[in-house]
């Protein structure tokens, strides 16, 4: 009668002990566990770039390492609490003050305004047509110049473009003889012609294009000037610019947007061109000139 009591009592023990003999092989081993949290830890968008380590030694699980914020810190805590098979979890994180510091950063970048962009300094173009009033720094002449010669100048009178400094006065200026021809004694005319070739600013050369100045003396007392380019024939004698020439002046007749050269013809009818001359010539190109220096 009594051992068919006990019986049952030994069955139940026994299911008992197999129960948690099964529990515990099904239990995950440590290395799984550590990896289980780190895989979802590293999957986790709160979580995947706090790159911390995960420990477990008998379900027991430990975190280590920096965290990027104090809810990564949280959430991360929280996955390993979550995985079946850690009773404990010894969370040893620590925030990166580094990344505190340039999430602070960010939004106030963020919220500062754009700095003002200023615009960018335009280059100034003299356009076509524009009278260059120059003054010579030599003599010329149909007899002594020769075709192709180089003569410098000075400019006489700045130029603006829309109310704005393009030329300023005293710029140096370099030109060429064109057609230099010596009157004979007997026949033929006395003729010279120039043109402006490019003007130095500032350490700089620009190149320019301008109308070709012609003047020649034939017969007794007689003298013509003309441009290229059209316009009508005159000229006019002056005396010298700016600080006053050396003997008369070739002058600038500035009529319907064309500039005009006398020829000053000497005893034996030679067109001369004393230093210190005014003379005018035009733009038959824009001048396009880099922009001006930021103060």
């Given at each position: 009668m009594c051992n068919s009591r006990r019986l049952p009592i030994s069955t139940a023990i026994l299911s008992i002990l197999l129960a948690l003999l099964m529990a515990c092989s099904r239990r995950p081993s440590d290395d799984q566990i550590a990896k289980d949290i780190q895989d979802k830890a590293a999957a986790d968008p709160d979580t995947k770039e706090s790159p911390v380590k995960v420990e477990a030694?008998?379900?027991?699980?430990?975190?280590?390492?920096?965290?990027?914020?104090?809810?990564?810190?949280?959430?991360?805590?929280?996955?390993?609490?979550?995985?079946?098979?850690s009773p404990s979890v010894d969370d040893q994180t620590t925030i990166d003050p580094d990344a505190i510091a340039s999430q602070q950063v960010a939004p106030a970048m963020a919220a500062a305004p754009p700095p003002v962009q200023?615009?960018?300094?335009?280059?100034?173009?003299?356009?076509?047509?524009?009278?260059?009033?120059?003054?010579?720094?030599?003599?010329?002449?149909?007899?002594?110049?020769?075709?192709?010669?180089?003569?410098?100048?000075?400019?006489?009178?700045?130029?603006s473009v829309q109310g704005r400094p393009a030329l300023p006065r005293g710029a140096t200026v370099s030109g060429r003889v064109v057609t230099?021809?010596?009157?004979?004694?007997?026949?033929?005319?006395g003729e010279l012609s120039l043109t402006l070739t490019s003007i130095s600013l500032e350490h700089h050369t620009f190149d320019l294009q301008t109308s070709v100045l012609s003047s020649t003396s034939k017969g007794k007392g007689k003298r013509t000037a003309a441009t290229t380019g059209g316009g009508a024939a005159g000229g006019a004698l002056i005396g010298g610019i700016a600080g006053g020439g050396k003997g008369a002046g070739i002058g600038a007749l500035i009529g319907a947007g064309a500039g005009f050269i006398g020829?000053?013809?000497?005893?034996?009818?030679?067109?001369?061109i004393p230093a210190e001359s005014a003379l005018s010539f035009v733009l038959s190109e824009s001048l396009t000139l880099s922009p001006p220096l930021e103060p």
């Open positions: 030694k008998e379900g027991r699980v430990t975190l280590s390492g920096k965290v990027q914020t104090p809810a990564a810190q949280k959430k991360l805590e929280q996955i390993a609490r979550e995985e079946p098979g200023r615009p960018k300094p335009q280059p100034v173009v003299v356009p076509a047509g524009t009278t260059l009033t120059v003054t010579t720094s030599q003599a010329l002449s149909s007899k002594n110049s020769q075709a192709g010669e180089t003569f410098l100048a000075v400019l006489a009178q700045p130029v230099a021809k010596a009157k004979g004694k007997v026949k033929g005319q020829g000053a013809a000497t005893g034996n009818k030679q067109v001369e």
